[in-house]
C-alpha cells in the first residue's frame, strides 16, 4: 500500500476529552471530539463507527491506526491501545503508528503563536501526573532553513516525555518558556517564574488531527509498531498496581 493513498484512522485518547480523526495519506478527512471528558470507553467504538460510515467505510477498512501512546491517562491509554490490538488482530493488513502525546499536544503552540501574535521558541507540556509531579516535554521551534530531522511538524524534541517535578522542569528549561497542557491547571502556582508564561486553556488539549500530522511523518519514514508488543506509554507504573504491590508484595 501506498502511504499516500492509505486510509488512516488516529486516536487521541491521553486526556480528559478525546477524539478520533479520519484522513487519506497526508489529507485529514474527518475529526470528531468525543462529547464529554472521559467517556473513553463509552464513546470510542461508536464514534470511529460514525466517522467510518459516513464514509463508507468499515473500522476494519484502515491500513494504519496513528495511535496517541502516552503519557497520559491509564484508562484512556489501555482503551485505545487494546482497540487497535484487537482491529489489527482480526485484519491483520493494518499497520500501527504510535505518537508520544506530548508530540501531538505541542502542536498547539503554532496555533497560540499564530492567533496571539506570540514569538514561541520553546515549549513544554504539562501533564499532570499526581504526588506533585509531571509528565512533560522539551521542545523548540524549528524553523524553514532548519534540517527536517523532525516527526512533529515545526519542533524538535529537547528532552522527550519524561517524569520530572516542576521545579525540575523549570531548572532543565531555558526562558523564555511557554508552557501548555491540562496539568497547567494542578501546577500553575509551582511553574511561575521569570519569563515562564502560560498558554491560554483553549491550548490544552490534544487532538486526534495532530496525532495523524505526527503518526504520518513517521508511516512516511516506515516508523511501523508491532501489535504484539503494545504497550502505553506510562512513565510511571499505575497507582492501583502499586497500591496492591504495597499490601500483598510482589508475588
Same mark, same amino acid.
Given at each position: 500500500?501506498?502511504?499516500?493513498?492509505?486510509i488512516?484512522?488516529?486516536?487521541?485518547?491521553?486526556?480528559?476529552?478525546?477524539?478520533?480523526?479520519?484522513?487519506?495519506?497526508?489529507?485529514?478527512?474527518?475529526?470528531?471530539?468525543f462529547?464529554? &471528558?472521559?467517556?473513553?470507553?463509552?464513546?470510542?467504538?461508536?464514534?470511529?463507527?460514525?466517522?467510518?460510515?459516513?464514509?463508507?467505510? !468499515?473500522?476494519?477498512?484502515?491500513?494504519?491506526?496513528?495511535?496517541?501512546?502516552?503519557?497520559?491517562?491509564?484508562? &484512556?491509554?489501555?482503551?485505545?491501545?487494546?482497540?487497535a490490538?484487537?482491529?489489527t488482530?482480526?485484519?491483520?493488513?493494518?499497520?500501527?503508528?504510535?505518537?508520544?502525546?506530548?508530540?501531538?499536544?505541542?502542536?498547539?503552540?503554532?496555533?497560540?503563536?499564530?492567533?496571539?501574535?506570540?514569538?514561541?521558541? !520553546?515549549?513544554?507540556?504539562?501533564?499532570?501526573?499526581?504526588?506533585?509531579?509531571?509528565?512533560?516535554?522539551?521542545?523548540?521551534?524549528?524553523?524553514?532553513?532548519?534540517?527536517?530531522?523532525?516527526?512533529?511538524?515545526?519542533?524538535?524534541?529537547?528532552?522527550? #516525555?519524561?517524569?520530572? !517535578?516542576?521545579?525540575?522542569?523549570? %531548572?532543565?528549561?531555558?526562558?523564555?518558556?511557554?508552557?501548555?497542557?491540562?496539568?497547567?491547571?494542578?501546577?500553575?502556582?509551582?511553574? !511561575?517564574?521569570?519569563?515562564v508564561?502560560?498558554?491560554? #486553556?483553549?491550548?490544552?488539549?490534544?487532538?486526534?488531527?495532530?496525532?495523524?500530522?505526527?503518526?504520518?511523518?513517521?508511516?512516511?519514514?516506515?516508523?511501523?509498531?508491532?501489535?504484539?508488543?503494545?504497550?502505553?506509554?506510562?512513565?510511571?507504573?499505575?497507582?492501583?498496581? %502499586?497500591?496492591?504491590?504495597?499490601?500483598?508484595?510482589?508475588?
Open positions: 500500500m501506498n502511504n499516500d493513498s492509505a488512516i484512522l488516529a486516536i487521541e485518547t491521553s486526556a480528559r476529552l478525546g477524539s478520533v480523526a479520519l484522513a487519506r495519506g497526508p489529507q485529514r478527512l474527518a475529526e470528531r471530539s462529547s464529554a &471528558g472521559f467517556q473513553h470507553t463509552r464513546e470510542l467504538m461508536p464514534v470511529i463507527a460514525q466517522l467510518t460510515a459516513q464514509r463508507g467505510w !468499515t473500522p476494519g477498512q484502515p491500513d494504519q491506526i496513528h495511535l496517541s501512546i502516552g503519557p497520559g491517562s491509564f484508562t &484512556g491509554l489501555r482503551i485505545a491501545v487494546a482497540l490490538k484487537a482491529l488482530f482480526a485484519h491483520p493488513h493494518i499497520k500501527i503508528v504510535t505518537v508520544p502525546s506530548t508530540d501531538v499536544l505541542v502542536q498547539n503552540a503554532s496555533q497560540a503563536a499564530a492567533t496571539q501574535n506570540l514569538s514561541i521558541q !520553546t515549549t513544554a507540556c504539562v501533564i499532570d501526573a499526581k504526588r506533585k509531579q509531571i509528565y512533560t516535554a522539551l521542545y523548540e521551534k524549528l524553523f524553514p532553513d532548519d534540517q527536517p530531522d523532525s516527526f512533529i511538524p515545526g519542533f524538535r524534541t529537547i528532552i522527550p #516525555s519524561s517524569l520530572m !517535578t516542576p521545579q525540575e522542569l523549570l %531548572e532543565k528549561s531555558p526562558r523564555p518558556l511557554y508552557l501548555l497542557g491540562e496539568g497547567l491547571k494542578q501546577h500553575s502556582a509551582a511553574l !511561575t517564574a521569570p519569563d508564561f502560560h498558554l491560554d #486553556s483553549d491550548y490544552q488539549q490534544p487532538h486526534a488531527a495532530k496525532v495523524h500530522a505526527c503518526g504520518w511523518l513517521r508511516a512516511r519514514a516506515g516508523l511501523f509498531d508491532s501489535p504484539q508488543e503494545l504497550i502505553p506509554l506510562y512513565l510511571r507504573r499505575p497507582e492501583a498496581i %502499586e497500591r496492591w504491590e504495597k499490601l500483598h508484595g510482589n508475588d
